[in-house]
């Protein structure tokens, strides 16, 4: 059994920093990848920013220079920093680890719960 948790989400003006974090747990043979996505009520969920093993980081157009992802293998935990925020910031951001359990490399994707990231005078 895995699960996957986020924290670190809140409330911030706009121009101000957060740092989420999400750490995989339970029964993880390798993590393939990690990474974040948002959704806003009425809109489908976005990639934002992804961590790949033995590939450059990918993140979404509009977050590109302002958004840094990281990923520290050893505590299974992938973070995300969020600097110059915007309004148009403001969602759920949810994490995703591609996890094997098993020796066999098949990969399952696996969700937290989500983070409310609100970025509001």
């Known amino acids: 059994q895995v699960s996957v948790v986020e924290s670190g989400g809140g409330l911030v003006q706009p121009g101000g920093s957060l740092r989420l974090s999400c750490e995989a747990s339970?029964?993880?043979?390798?993590?393939?990848?990690m990474g974040w996505y948002r959704q806003v009520p009425g809109k489908q969920r976005e990639m934002v920013a992804t961590a790949a093993n033995g590939v450059p980081a990918k993140y979404t157009d509009s977050v590109k220079g302002r958004f840094t992802i990281s990923r520290d293998n050893a505590k299974n935990t992938v973070y995300l920093q969020m600097d110059s925020l915007k309004p148009e910031d403001t969602a759920v951001y949810y994490c995703?680890?591609?996890?094997?359990?098993?020796?066999?490399?098949?990969?399952?994707?696996?969700w937290g719960l989500g983070t409310q990231v609100t970025v509001s005078l």
């Open positions: 995703k680890a591609d996890i094997s359990t098993t020796r066999s490399g098949v990969l399952y994707d696996y």
């Open positions: 339970g029964t993880i043979f390798s993590i393939y990848a």
